[in-house]
């Protein structure tokens, strides 16, 4: 049939790639990224395993690869060297266990779409070409607007909503898309601190109740003890893998920003 | 009433207007596709450079449809060739390819045809849509609005969040050319109508009015089809009975809902209450 040509890039295929119990959410191996053009690699020997029910953040600084480590996992850029396995499989056949919120500078808010459209592009994965959304896509995403208590806006323009309410109409769609991995770039710029505890709040659930995995780049310090499990400082490499209150560290963030750190201030014991 | 009927008697008449309104339909579905990918300068290169086509058609004395049709392949292959090799933006391609495309076209044009084939071309004829070009016209529309409604939901997600598209697996380079597939067909077909300088305006100017008025894409695309099919009709009847141009006659009535549509919107926002 037609659908199944247009399927072969993983677009509403069934995902009949069940987790292997007790495997790891996420790894990746040994990566490597450049992107054409540029002399250096933007990813050096990057290595790291993220179990179900983390919470992890990726901190660094701009252009220090977060974003790219993040698109080598959706299979947005191309892998070149390294691989990633997502819940025991390669990682660009498992598109229904990743769902990303990318960053908003990719998005066309002008376009008119409403809230509604928007989240249920989440189901789309499950869906493929030329089906309709059914009762339990309806139900899904009814269920992922509540949560992100956005359901009072359904019907308006996602261009006219304030930058807080979009990102929350955003980590709506990745709900409804119900994925066992999920990736957040950047998803605090421009947000206001209501939506940054409700987006907090809701991705304590998913990773302490669902066991669901959960990477947020990041470039702000200050939620990290707060409401992380785990913070990986990344400056074209790995420069510091642990709890946060164990990475964040004078040293560490000298090495991840390039610059010194006031080392009699710690906001975290204060 | 007589008024109206009168000219559809003579068959060439008739066919002329249906040819029109099938046009008006396939513009008027993709519009708010063009108006909202902005991909208005992509529809007008399109209906330039299928001028060496056209000629090509003319030569070997086969339906112009054809002719356009092949030529519109190659510009869209060329320009996503050019640009996806990373080194051009695609705009920047699309005005090299297009104006050497149109170029290539009026020299051998000026070689072959008339005067009057060159402003039929150029500027449209709708009243001489042969049966075969009626034909064509009803298969573009009907591929169009199918496409349309079929990959809707695609479509709409790889133009707004083509990261989000890729990461699903569904790849907006290849919701790109399906766009960009339908475009091409409609621009061929409605050169007949409107011809080549003024294809734009039916790609472009019924999107444009219908977001004046809603924010809604079906509602947008519903609005445009109206408007489009409503513009060819005046259009067509001043042409008839005023002895002016067609082509032009039917994009001035769509330039005269856009005003519409400007003051209608004027008038919407007055009304709206001022959130505190």
Same mark, same amino acid.
């Given at each position: 049939m037609i659908s199944s040509i247009f399927s072969r890039f993983g677009y509403g295929g069934v995902c009949n790639l069940p987790a292997e119990s007790h495997s790891t959410a996420l790894s990746c191996n040994n990566l490597y990224h450049r992107y054409p053009g540029n002399q250096a690699d933007v990813l050096q020997n990057v290595s790291l395993e993220v179990q179900p029910g983390e919470r992890v953040a990726l901190v660094g600084p701009n252009g220090a690869g977060k974003s790219t480590l993040l698109k080598l996992i959706l299979g947005i850029e191309k892998l070149?060297?390294?691989?990633?396995?997502?819940?025991?499989?390669?990682? +660009?056949?498992?598109?229904?266990?990743?769902?990303?919120?990318?960053?908003?500078?990719?998005?066309?808010?002008?376009?008119?779409?409403? %809230?509604?459209?928007?989240?249920?592009?989440?189901?789309?994965?499950?869906?493929?070409?030329?089906?309709?959304?059914?009762?339990?896509?309806?139900?899904?995403? !009814?269920?992922?607007?509540?949560?992100?208590?956005? +359901?009072?806006?359904?019907?308006?323009? %996602?261009?006219?909503?304030?930058?807080?309410?979009?990102?929350?109409?955003?980590?709506?769609?990745? &709900?409804?898309? !119900?994925? !066992? /991995?999920? @990736?957040?770039?950047?998803?605090?710029?421009? %947000? !206001?601190?209501k939506t940054q505890e409700l987006i907090f709040h809701t991705l304590e659930k998913i990773t302490v109740q669902d066991k669901k995995a959960v990477i947020v780049s990041t470039h702000d310090l200050g939620v990290l003890t707060v409401h992380f499990s785990r913070a990986i400082f990344l400056d074209k490499k790995i420069i510091a893998d642990g709890t946060p209150k164990d990475v964040l560290t004078p040293d560490t963030i000298a090495k991840a920003y390039g610059f010194e750190f006031h080392k009699d201030y710690q906001p975290w014991n204060s | 009433m007589e008024f109206i009927i009168e000219p559809l008697q003579y068959g060439f008449i008739l066919r002329g207007l249906i040819g029109g309104l099938f046009t008006a339909a396939a513009c008027a579905t993709l519009s708010a596709f063009v108006v909202w990918r902005g991909m208005s300068f992509m529809g007008d290169a399109l209906a330039h450079s299928v001028l060496p086509g056209i000629v090509v058609a003319y030569i070997l004395g086969i339906s112009l449809l054809w002719g356009a049709l092949g030529a519109a392949s190659f510009v869209v292959i060329g320009i996503g060739l050019i640009s996806s090799k990373g080194n051009l933006r695609e705009d920047t391609a699309i005005g090299v390819v297009f104006t050497g495309f149109f170029a290539l076209g009026i020299l051998m044009l000026s070689r072959v045809a008339t005067f009057s084939d060159l402003s039929h071309i150029l500027f449209g004829n709708i009243l001489g849509v042969s049966t075969q070009d009626l034909i064509m016209m009803a298969v573009v529309t009907v591929i169009v609005i199918a496409g349309t409604f079929l990959s809707f939901k695609e479509i709409v997600t790889a133009s707004f969040d083509p990261a989000h598209s890729t990461a699903i697996g569904l790849s907006p380079a290849l919701v790109r050319y399906i766009v960009l597939i339908m475009l091409a067909l409609t621009t061929v077909v409605a050169i007949q109508t409107?011809?080549?300088?003024?294809?734009?305006?039916?790609?472009?100017? *019924?999107? $444009?009015?219908?977001?004046?008025?809603?924010?809604?894409? *079906?509602?947008?695309?519903?609005?445009? /089809?109206?408007? $489009?099919?409503?513009?060819?009709?005046?259009?067509?009847? %001043?042409?008839?009975?005023?002895?002016?141009?067609?082509? *032009?006659?039917?994009? @001035? $009535?769509?330039?005269?809902?856009? &005003?519409?549509?400007?003051?209608?919107?004027?008038?919407?926002?007055?009304?709206?209450?001022? *959130?505190?």
């Open positions: 070149e060297r390294g691989n990633i396995v997502v819940y025991g499989h390669p990682a +660009t056949q498992c598109l229904h266990r990743v769902a990303i919120v990318p960053q908003r500078s990719t998005v066309d808010w002008n376009f008119p779409v409403t %809230v509604r459209q928007v989240v249920m592009m989440g189901r789309f994965v499950h869906l493929g070409w030329f089906k309709r959304p059914g009762k339990i896509d309806h139900e899904a995403v !009814d269920s992922a607007m509540e949560t992100m208590e956005i +359901t009072n806006l359904a019907d308006r323009q %996602v261009g006219e909503l304030s930058g807080g309410q979009q990102q929350r109409v955003m980590l709506a769609r990745t &709900l409804a898309h !119900d994925a !066992d /991995l999920m @990736l957040l770039d950047e998803p605090l710029n421009h %947000v !206001d601190i | 409107v011809g080549v300088v003024l294809v734009l305006a039916l790609l472009v100017t *019924p999107g $444009a009015s219908a977001s004046l008025v809603s924010r809604r894409l *079906p509602s947008i695309i519903g609005l445009s /089809l109206l408007l $489009a099919g409503l513009a060819t009709i005046i259009g067509f009847y %001043v042409s008839f009975y005023i002895d002016l141009s067609s082509g *032009p006659s039917i994009v @001035l $009535a769509l330039t005269a809902e856009f &005003l519409i549509c400007i003051l209608i919107r004027k008038i919407k926002l007055k009304n709206v209450k001022k *959130p505190i």
